[in-house]
Every structure is written in structure tokens, then in C-alpha cells.
């Protein structure tokens, strides 16, 4: 489709709450305004008045190209207890944010050609139908969760008992068998309020007229191929697949950058020698595990980068543990002395660090993740192999796709939600990463797959090309709509 007819295109974005979620839509709406011309609206469902969301939106990389619309944040309080779950408490408040979406999308409602939502706003997809506007789902992960998603309300209906106790792994046709521990957060108890809502959010992906995924086509071949082509998935799924990423944040150096006390650190380092390790904004670890892993990057004797969060166990006095500091500065959740011992190691950053600077720089040769998806795509993009540690989510699959199909990453032998890596694998990890045959390998495959992502988002690469697919499909509905009306 031509540049020209697609920049008289826009599009409205909606986007649940969080930090998490507005970013990979701001991804979309930057992809799209910037190389396709397409006027964007991004819809936020916001939380309360969350300087962070705030700060996100208006520093866009395309604000002049962006119309940003807040929904006014609603109290679901009353619906909530003490065991509601993450994913039960954000459809409850999605939900109870629906006559705000409705508000704001029949106001813009004839500016717009086509509504994309995020996959945790399929029930404002109606509403799209009542404004006779195309509508799509963006899920901002790998095929491999669509596939489990949408094929869930099956499994449902033919596995007896809990997914987590299954002797064998979950079939999907066409795809890879799942395997019980790799479920997603929602599946890991049948009997939760959070599973019910993830069967609905499945259900309502057949509602789009196409799925939109933060994915392409080189890293996961064969489950794209099964949604596509695979009868009894692809008629599950009964909408279009398009494959338009990878979709990254692209962070140009600013001025003092360079300054900083991180990249100067950075900067005499060798190439390739570094380990980053952060497991992102809401990854936190025990204490036990933090000790565990804080010995083993010491005796490793490798170079390292930690972005350091407070342990998220409580106390035997049922208090958090404070954020105190010992005499050399070790935070007091690390083993007394670390930071002397480890000095010229490595540096110890609390809770935050400018992850695509640090990913991108030279010096930098692995990455200790918890394999969330912006994370792992910011890896591949900087051709970095990654020791994975998945927590929550679609991490496990995450990371069992990079170890056991891609050959980017390695992995502890045992999933850390289920216990303690000793400082010892630790230990052995790290230095497989960064000093082995093995490490250097996996860098040559990341940086194959680095020009492969590249080569999908460039124009005429499969992703982009995808992207030109769904917009021919919108201005062909816009047409058709005109005509009728004249």
C-alpha cells in the first residue's frame, strides 16, 4: 500500500493500565505513525493520575504525530480481596472502565478508521463493531502464547484436572507441546477467578477481524505456519495472523549519556565481557535467591552489571526489609561486604538502569533475564545471548523457546519458582556465558538473529510487509464504507 493513501489512515490504540502495557502500544503507534504515516489516537486506560504514564506518553518518540486520550481511572475496590490475583484485578478494572472506553471512542469515533486493542481490552471490541470500524487485537509477546491463549478454552473442555499435573505436555495442534511448567501465571490453578478471565480474554481474540504479534517470522516458523494453516487451530483462531515486529524501543543516546557513572564504567571494559542481569520493573527474588545469585556473580570472578531490587519475602517480623546500607554501601539485603569484595567486578545499581544503553554497548556479552518481552526483544536487537530466568507470565515460555528452538540462551537446570540456584550454577552459568565455546556460539546465532529482525522490520521485509496487509485491509473497509455513504 502506498505511504500516501496510508497517511490519510488513523487509528485508534487502546491500551490497559501499566507501564508494561502502554509501552508496547506506544511501540505500535510510533511504528505506525513513523514509517507507514498513519494517524494514531492511543486510548489509556489509566490507574490514577501515575506521573510514570504520564511521563510515558509525552515523551513518545512521535508525540507530534500521537493524539493521546486518558480514560478516567475507576475504583474496584469493593470487586477486590486479598487473593484476587494481577490478571483477574486488570480485567475487573478494564471491565469497569468500558463506558469511559465508550465515552471516548464515540467522540472520536468519526476521525477513525480502525481500532486496535491491546489483549486485555477484547471486551471493548463490540464497541468497534457498534462504530462500524475494523478491529484488531495486538498482543505484544510470541506466537506461542496466541496459540495457547486462544487454544486454552479447548484444553479446557478436554484435560481433566490441573494443567501443572498433566504427565505430558499440553498438545497444540501444529505446535510444540507445551510443557505443564511453562503454563502461563492463569493456567497454574484451574480453580482461580484470574483462569475463568484468561478463558474469556482467549474467547475474545476470535472476536477481531485479525491478531496483531510483537513477533516475526524467522524465530518461530512453525507455530505461526499452525495458526495459519493447522485446521483444527486456525479454525480456533478464525481470524488473520500478522507477524509485525520485532517492535523495540529505540533509545538514542542524549547528551550526558556519556557521562554517566554507568557507561564510563562501561566503556573500559573489554568486548563482550559484561553481564547484565535485571529481571525488569516488577521481577523481585527471595532473599535466599538474592544471596544465592549475589555469591555466585562474586565467584564467577566475571564483570558485571546488577540492577538490584529489594527481596520480596518478608521478614519474621512480617516486615518488609529495609532498603539500609552497610558501611561500604552493600545494600542490606546483599551478603555484608559484597560491594567491597566485588569493586572492580562489577557495580551494583539500585532498582533502575537505562536497560538499551547497557544492552547495546559493546562491552556488554550477556544478559541474566527474567525473559519478559520487551526484554528479551531489546536482547535479540543488540545481538546478546541471555542466561534465562523466567518468574511469571509467558516468561517460561519465553525462555523455553530460547534455549531449546532459537539456541540464544541458557538456563538453570531447574525453573527458579520452584527453588533456590545455588550460587554454584550460578556461578557455572556466568562463566559459560562469558568465557565458554558454548557462550561464543550463542552470540553468533543472536547476531544472525539480530539481521533477521532487522531484515523482517526494514521495507519489503516480512513484517513490514505484514503491516502493509492489515492497513490495505482498513482503507479497503474505509472505501467501501464511503461508498455506501455516498
Not at 494481577?86 to 478494572?93: N, S
Not at 468519526?110 to 489483549?119: G, I, S
Not at 506466537?143 to 478454552?153: H, K, N, Q, S
Not at 536487537?381 to 523455553?400: C, D, F, H, M
Request: proline share 6%; aromatic share 6%.
Amino acid at each position: 500500500m502506498d505511504n500516501n493513501n496510508q497517511s490519510m489512515l488513523h487509528i485508534g490504540i487502546l491500551s490497559s493500565p501499566g507501564i508494561g502495557h502502554i509501552i508496547p502500544s506506544l511501540l505500535l503507534a510510533n511504528r505506525l505513525a513513523g514509517v507507514h504515516n498513519v494517524k494514531l489516537t492511543v486510548f489509556v486506560i489509566t490507574t490514577a493520575d501515575s506521573p510514570t504514564e504520564r511521563q510515558l506518553l509525552e515523551s513518545s518518540d512521535l508525540t507530534s504525530r500521537l493524539n493521546n486520550v486518558g480514560i478516567p481511572p475507576v475504583d474496584i475496590s469493593a470487586l477486590l480481596d486479598a487473593n484476587t490475583k494481577p490478571v483477574a484485578q486488570l480485567c475487573l478494572l478494564v471491565r469497569a472502565a468500558l463506558p469511559g472506553v465508550r465515552a471516548a471512542l464515540t467522540k472520536q469515533c468519526r476521525r477513525l478508521d480502525a481500532l486496535v486493542v491491546d489483549f486485555f481490552c477484547t471486551e471493548a471490541l463490540p464497541m468497534a463493531d457498534e462504530l462500524n470500524l475494523p478491529k484488531f487485537v495486538y498482543v505484544p509477546t510470541n506466537a506461542r502464547f496466541t496459540a495457547l491463549t486462544v487454544y486454552c478454552p479447548v484444553l479446557d473442555r478436554e484435560i481433566v484436572g490441573q494443567y501443572v499435573e498433566q504427565e505430558k505436555g499440553l498438545e497444540i495442534p501444529g505446535c510444540k507441546p507445551v510443557r505443564p511448567e511453562d503454563v502461563v501465571d492463569p493456567m497454574l490453578d484451574r480453580n482461580d477467578v484470574q483462569y475463568r478471565e484468561y478463558l474469556r480474554l482467549g474467547v475474545g481474540f476470535g472476536m477481531a477481524d485479525g491478531i496483531l504479534m510483537n513477533t516475526w517470522e524467522d524465530i518461530d516458523p512453525v507455530t505461526l505456519k499452525a495458526l495459519r494453516e493447522n485446521e483444527p487451530l486456525s479454525k480456533v483462531v478464525g481470524k488473520p495472523v500478522y507477524a509485525i515486529g520485532p517492535l523495540t524501543r529505540n533509545i538514542e543516546e542524549r547528551d550526558g549519556d556519556d557521562g554517566t557513572m554507568i557507561m564510563q564504567w562501561l566503556h573500559k571494559q573489554p568486548r563482550e565481557s559484561v553481564l547484565y542481569v535485571s529481571f525488569g520493573s516488577g521481577g523481585t527474588l527471595s532473599a535466599e535467591q538474592i544471596t544465592e545469585l549475589a555469591w555466585g556473580l562474586e565467584l564467577s570472578e566475571q564483570r558485571f552489571i546488577w540492577v538490584v531490587r529489594p527481596p520480596s519475602m518478608r521478614g519474621s517480623d512480617d516486615a518488609f526489609f529495609t532498603t539500609g546500607q552497610g558501611a561500604d554501601g552493600t545494600p542490606n539485603y546483599l551478603p555484608e561486604g559484597f560491594n567491597t569484595r566485588t569493586q572492580n567486578q562489577g557495580l551494583v545499581v539500585p532498582m533502575w538502569a537505562e536497560q538499551a544503553l547497557i544492552l547495546r554497548h559493546p562491552s556488554t556479552g550477556g544478559f541474566l533475564s527474567h525473559c519478559g518481552c520487551n526484554s528479551t526483544l531489546e536482547s535479540i536487537k543488540n545481538g546478546v545471548p541471555i542466561i534465562a530466568w523466567p518468574l511469571y507470565s509467558e516468561q517460561r515460555q519465553n525462555a523455553t523457546l530460547l534455549t531449546e528452538e532459537v539456541g540464544v540462551a541458557i538456563r538453570p537446570m531447574k525453573l527458579p519458582t520452584k527453588g533456590i540456584v545455588t550460587r554454584e550454577e550460578v556461578k557455572t552459568l556466568v562463566k559459560i556465558m562469558l568465557q565458554s565455546k558454548k557462550g561464543k556460539e550463542m552470540r553468533e546465532r543472536v547476531v544472525k538473529l539480530k539481521m533477521s529482525s532487522e531484515k523482517a522490520i526494514s521495507i519489503g521485509g516480512s513484517s513490514y510487509n505484514s503491516m502493509c496487509e492489515v492497513l490495505n485491509a482498513i482503507e479497503k473497509r474505509r472505501d467501501l464504507k464511503i461508498c455506501t455513504q455516498i
